[in-house]
């Protein structure tokens, strides 16, 4: 029996895209399905609100156009107005290039921010961000694919360009890098709800120390506690779950909570 | 009902190593003024101090001792005796030293040592997320014996405080000293900022003193 009363997390996913709205260009909330379908939803800070009042763990902000966040001074608002608007850990990533901004999206309210492609373009990226800001801080995000033969894959990029990379050798990489966070998305299972890949991440989760958060297939209450159970997830992020969810989130979690995970069910 | 922060203006330390933004978030919603405090001037119009801290011990360690601010802070802690709260790093800073970064000095204020927490048998590091904690005496609306979970984000913590009294303590693989008091000064590893309404309240209890 170990001993913490670490709680799991539900952490839902907002992904952003910059959308024309009239002659203005805003940062809107979409879901997506396998990287590619996009649906827009609506305002992401609105939506912030709602998942705070529904008792969110924390939230991810990903800029899924990847435009450079530091000088992206629309997504920099938008964090700064989540950080005023609601009062829980931000996460936020897409188009992070350099260290430097670490620092703009921190002092904009971010807790942690999460780098993808950079990562492998430079890994010593993520020794630097860890040794200024702490390891707590770096979350290294890695999206993957299965190929025919089963082997869980890195994704690179949105052109679905397949480099063999093993996922858990990634992970590992990123560890030793001084990531303090590893969050796993599968681009198969996004947006479909048909469950987790536990079996990926549990073979990270048993390679490396630091928290894995893993996304991509929630569609039901019964994946989360599988993603806890069978894929050692520390956390479970989704987007589109939390999006388009009739059921009652305080039921999800009650859900979740009976089947003897310890979350948080009141502040 | 008068929001608890009237008439209190929260000056937030400001050398280059903290969530400024959101600290400051949440005590606006507290209805009380905040400043960044950059210079000695800066703290006469201050009723509350705050020193943050995000980032590795060191880096804020150095960056804490060139920016000027720790004799009028030592001054504002210790001669005038007035409300200050160290949180995360911010906390941390109170010790003799850390283990993430041994050549760098702590201020000594509650003194002790930062360890490493130790990860395995299921325990993960960073310790990342919403643990319980316990208080072992009455801090503000949190009464001696009560519990409640607050956002923690880190890989060191605090075990042994020299000064001061541990008053509420934490569980992850070994217990740590999650909020410490000595006197006027508070310090809290979790972040109060982030915790939704039980981190509101933890800073409301701070700005009744």
């Known amino acids: ?267 | 009902m008068t929001p608890i922060g009237r008439g209190r203006t929260v000056g937030i330390v400001n050398y280059q190593a903290g969530n400024i933004q959101s600290i400051e978030n949440a005590f606006v919603y507290l209805g009380a003024q905040t400043c960044r405090v950059r210079a000695e001037a800066d703290f006469a119009e201050c009723t509350h101090v705050i020193l943050p801290g995000v980032g590795a011990f060191g880096f804020c360690s150095e960056r804490l001792q060139a920016s000027g601010l720790v004799d009028s802070l030592r001054r504002w802690a210790f001669d005038d005796e007035r409300p200050m709260l160290g949180i995360c790093v911010g906390m941390q800073l109170l010790a003799d030293r850390s283990e993430e970064s041994p050549q760098a000095r702590g201020l000594g204020w509650i003194g002790g040592v930062v360890q490493h927490i130790p990860a395995g048998g299921g325990i993960r590091v960073p310790h990342v997320g919403w643990n319980t904690v316990d208080f072992n005496r009455a801090y503000g609306e949190f009464p001696g014996g009560s519990a409640a979970d607050f956002y923690f984000d880190h890989s060191f913590a605090y075990h042994d405080p020299r000064h001061g009294e541990s008053v509420g303590s934490c569980t992850h693989g070994a217990q740590f000293t999650a909020i410490v008091q000595r006197d006027n000064i508070t310090a809290v590893q979790f972040h109060p900022e982030k915790s939704q309404s039980a981190g509101m309240r933890f800073l409301a209890g701070f700005l009744r003193h």
């Open chain 1, 1 to 267: 029996m170990t001993s913490t009363r670490l709680k799991k997390r539900l952490i839902p996913k907002l992904l952003v895209k910059h959308r024309r709205v009239g002659s203005d260009v805003r940062p809107v909330l979409v879901t997506t399905r396998q990287f590619r379908e996009v649906l827009d939803v609506g305002d992401p800070v609105s939506q912030a609100k709602i998942y705070e009042a529904q008792l969110a763990d924390e939230l991810a902000v990903l800029n899924i156009d990847g435009t450079p966040i530091g000088k992206d001074e629309l997504l920099l608002g938008l964090i700064e107005r989540l950080a005023t608007e609601t009062f829980m850990p931000l996460t936020v990533g897409g188009g992070v290039r350099e260290v430097d901004d670490f620092a703009l999206l921190l002092e904009r309210g971010a807790d942690k921010v999460c780098i993808n492609q950079l990562a492998f373009q430079r890994p010593e990226l993520i020794s630097e961000a860890a040794a200024r800001f702490g390891a707590q801080c770096v979350v290294v995000s890695i999206d993957f694919r299965t190929d025919a033969a089963g082997h869980a894959l890195v994704h690179t990029g949105h052109a679905g360009v397949r480099e063999n990379v093993d996922v858990v050798e990634s992970a590992v990489r990123a560890a030793e890098a001084g990531a303090g966070e590893i969050l796993l998305t599968d681009a198969d299972r996004d947006g479909m709800g048909s469950g987790l890949n536990c079996r990926c991440a549990s073979a990270v989760a048993a390679a490396v120390s630091v928290p894995v958060i893993l996304s991509g297939g929630c569609g039901l209450a019964e994946h989360f506690v599988e993603g806890f159970r069978e894929g050692c997830a520390e956390a479970v992020a989704a987007g589109t779950f939390f999006c388009f969810r009739d059921q009652n989130p305080m039921q999800t979690r009650a859900h979740i909570r009976n089947a003897g995970i310890p979350i948080r069910i009141e502040t």
